[in-house]
């Protein structure tokens, strides 16, 4: 039986997609350290940061990764990525106090603010925006990073985290943009603006007067109190115990991501082969149909205008080759529909890891029954009845912002 070009073309094409397409993805990284500043810092120049809890980014993941995106595990990952962080902000040596913050009711020198993108076991990205108390934005950036297998490897996993080149890389940016644009007398002034904020909140009346604001988020020196003013002095141990406070917030992130991690790592690790799996299938049931399709349509074109019947018979045949691909993506895309399952379902488990925890301080245990953001609430009214009481007042005075 002769048989036309095309025709057989197609049917090559039907061994070729039934024999199946394997693809691997193979990543080197080469990694960047963090970096420590060689020059040596004095102690009133090193600035304190707060590393705000994530945005978990759900308003902005594309619609062709909605279906592959835990919303519980990005929630966590809100947590568990700023306190990475701030662990490596910590490790450099190049800055104060460096804390996850659970909300912005402390003023801190620097703020860093980060929203997740991307996020899977192969792949990690998120926008990250700098600014200082006196409300100027120091960059946003955006970062991206891609693993490979390695970085899953026992000996690996131990020593750090899959995409702890992405945190090296933030604290490095962030201490070059420093030192390039940020003077002593600069700094001084953000460290100033950042204590006269705290203490506006405790007690607008005594100290409103020594910041100027051209907006809402935008604050300037006007002046500034004695060193040897007693109500400074007082704003200054409320500071403290807000910091003692902290401390013990840490606490929390610390056993929160230590709690995190095992599952979170077996997830992750788990989900890299599930996403080349997908990513794999998805396209070989993609091939499938623009092939299948462009076989079925071949083999009608030819079974209609055949004058023979060997070339009717060829078409025909061509047909339900087609026929055959088209149905091997239908079933290429159920499978892929599995892996999907399997990735959800890996997510509830990892969901039951992170419950909420107790906060115990030196007088009193806070239960956090909701989230250690809004605990945090509590804890400022706290501070203010504490400051309230020291100044001899009967009420606390009224926050401000």
Known sequence: MKMTFSQLAGLSL???????CATHTVRTT??????????????EFLMDVGVAVFDPGLDEIDDDEEETTNHQIRVAESRY????????????????????????????????????LQSTGES???????????????YTREYREAVSQFSYEPGQRAQNDPFQVLYNSIANDLLAYRKAN???????????VSEMRFARRFSPEAFGDY????????????????????TLRRIREIRERDYMFMDTVQEYYSVFTRE?????????EQSYHETLVLRELEDNARRRFIVGTAVVLGGLAAAANGGDYVTQVGGAASVGAGAYLI????????????????????GASLEGEVAPKAISLEDQTITLTGTVEEQYEQWREILADLYAAERGELSSPTAAN
């Open 182 to 192: 940020v003077s002593d007398a600069r700094i001084a002034e953000i460290r100033a």
């Open 81 to 116: 990525a700023p306190y990475l962080l701030a662990e490596t902000l910590i490790r450099s040596g190049n800055w104060g106090i460096v804390y996850v913050m659970p909300n912005d009711a402390s003023p801190m020198d620097i703020r860093v603010d980060g929203t997740i």
């Open 124 to 138: 990690m990205a998120m926008r990250v925006r700098v600014s200082d108390a006196t409300g100027r934005e120091w």
């Open 327 to 346: 149905k091997s993506g239908f079933d290429k895309q159920a499978e892929a529909r599995i892996h999907m399952q399997a990735l959800e379902e890996m």
């Open 30 to 43: 080469a990694y960047e350290p963090v970096i420590t500043d060689a020059e040596a810092i004095a102690e």
């Open 14 to 20: 039907v061994a070729v997609m039934a024999n199946g």
């Open 211 to 230: 910041l100027s604001s051209e907006s809402e988020s935008s604050y300037s020196l006007a002046a500034l109190p004695a060193e040897s003013d007693p």
């Open 260 to 268: 995190m991690r095992e599952p979170y790592d077996s997830w992750r």
